[in-house]
């Protein structure tokens, strides 16, 4: 059970925004006649009220057992609402702030202003209410339609709009007979967040028209259960490659999440997320590694359970065992679901892992990604968080993730389908 505490805090930071929030609406409604801004007050609060009721709610009962679709819609108002009440919010402190000022100036000014005798019949002083700055509250009407507009969009269009990525990567060590070789790489597919079966179908025919000699999955098949995959074992079943599609688990795959009646329920689930993987024909790594051999030449693809530096993220992964007989390859591949692992423990353990393939942050599903800017704010966590990265010899690919959670969405960090292409130095 959640902390009674840390509900409550959160309840009264969405009320406070509230509240504030309401302040302003009420300075922009201000010459609306009586009955529309009633209307507009009922609305205003109608809408909190199913948001923060609902958000306890989630708290108490069994959010994952709630209608999928009542899910995604509940969590997308949330979401949306909060965050374009918060930047208006932004702007009425701004606007708070100058009105503070201006007052303080009024009130050190009529002290030091002789003050006249007033007449016998003179009206009542004025307030001294400094007035809202209608400009600030536009401004900031205009700015709050920004994160309303942008985060819908992300809902509408963005959640499948999937980018095919391309990549070569030169390492001194290849072999001849592994020049060349095609990989496509998928990561946290979270199935239970899913809505639109036809676009995920999409994207996997997507991923499949790249004609790869092999596929990794990099962990979080699932938001928490194994039952999530039920209807869509039948569309990851047909990734297929000549050379074999190999997966690993990540973080959201333990069930970790989940108040579990018992642990051998906990185990369970975990027993048949392991078996769908091999009903779909993956070969699920568990701290072990596989060799591919041609023409004499050997390359190594290792795979571990999750392991992270970061945050409490559990350390399943034992890459010590993985690696262990893995001295004869050329050229060793990691599959590793946490990039926060390269960091601490393979570039400084494992020096002869050539390149590590890891997924999990998602980009945050938020951000920017021009050919000038590449900004997240999960880049305050983690140091590598989307795309290549290279130390030495060393290399590192964060997929940006298949699916998403929690925000049902993605804006400007769009899902993704990796390729990347082995070739010699």
Do not use: C
Not at 37 to 61: D, Q
Not at 116 to 143: M, Q, T, Y
Not at 172 to 177: D, V
Not at 255 to 274: F, I, Q, T
């Amino acid at each position: 059970m959640r902390s009674l505490t840390f509900v409550s805090v959160l309840l009264l930071v969405f009320l406070t925004v509230d509240v504030y929030v309401f302040q302003g609406v009420k300075a922009l409604t201000s010459s609306f006649p009586p009955t529309t801004r009633k209307v507009l007050y009922i609305l205003y609060w109608s809408l909190t009220a199913i948001v923060v009721g609902s958000f306890a709610g989630t708290f108490f009962f069994t959010f994952e057992k709630w209608n999928k679709i009542f899910r995604t819609i509940l969590i997308s108002v949330a979401i949306i609402s909060f965050l374009t009440k918060f930047v208006f919010m932004l702007f009425l402190f701004v606007d708070d702030i100058q009105r503070g000022i201006r007052w303080v100036v009024q009130k050190i000014s009529e002290w030091f202003r002789p003050v006249p005798a007033a007449p016998e019949n003179a009206l009542a002083p004025a307030s001294d209410a400094i007035p809202r700055s209608e400009f600030l509250l536009k401004a900031g009407l205009v700015a709050a339609s920004v994160p309303l507009v942008g985060m819908t969009w992300g809902i509408v269009s963005g959640a499948h709009d999937y980018r095919v990525r391309r990549q070569k990567l030169a390492l001194k060590n290849l072999p001849s007979q592994f020049n060349g070789l095609k990989i496509v790489q998928l990561s946290d597919i979270h199935s239970g967040s899913f809505y639109n079966k036809t676009a995920v179908k999409g994207g996997i025919e997507m991923a499949l028209n790249e004609k790869p000699d092999l596929i990794f999955f990099t962990g979080d098949l699932v938001n928490n259960e194994a039952v999530e995959m039920k209807n869509y074992i039948e569309v990851f079943n047909k990734l297929k490659a000549p050379l074999g599609v190999y997966s690993v688990l990540g973080n959201h795959d333990y069930g970790d999440y989940v108040n579990w009646s018992s642990m051998e329920a906990k185990r369970e689930n975990l027993r048949n997320l392991m078996n769908i993987h091999k009903q779909m024909g993956w070969d699920l790594l568990m701290n072990e590694h596989r060799m591919l051999e041609s023409g004499g030449d050997k390359l190594a693809i290792i795979g571990i359970e999750n392991w992270g530096a970061k945050g409490h993220f559990p350390k399943y992964g034992k890459l010590d065992k993985a690696h262990q007989h893995t001295d004869e390859a050329a050229v060793k591949l990691l599959l590793s679901h946490d990039p926060s692992h390269w960091d601490a423990q393979v570039r400084k353990e494992y020096k002869d892992i050539d390149v590590m393939f890891s997924g999990h942050t998602h980009g945050m599903q938020f951000g920017i990604e021009t050919k000038v800017i590449k900004w997240s704010p999960v880049q305050y966590m983690y140091e590598q968080w989307a795309g290549l990265y290279k130390d030495g010899d060393q290399h590192l690919y964060v997929n940006r993730g298949y699916g998403f959670i929690g925000f049902p969405g993605r804006v400007g960090i769009l899902p993704e389908i990796t390729v990347i292409e082995l070739v010699k130095a």
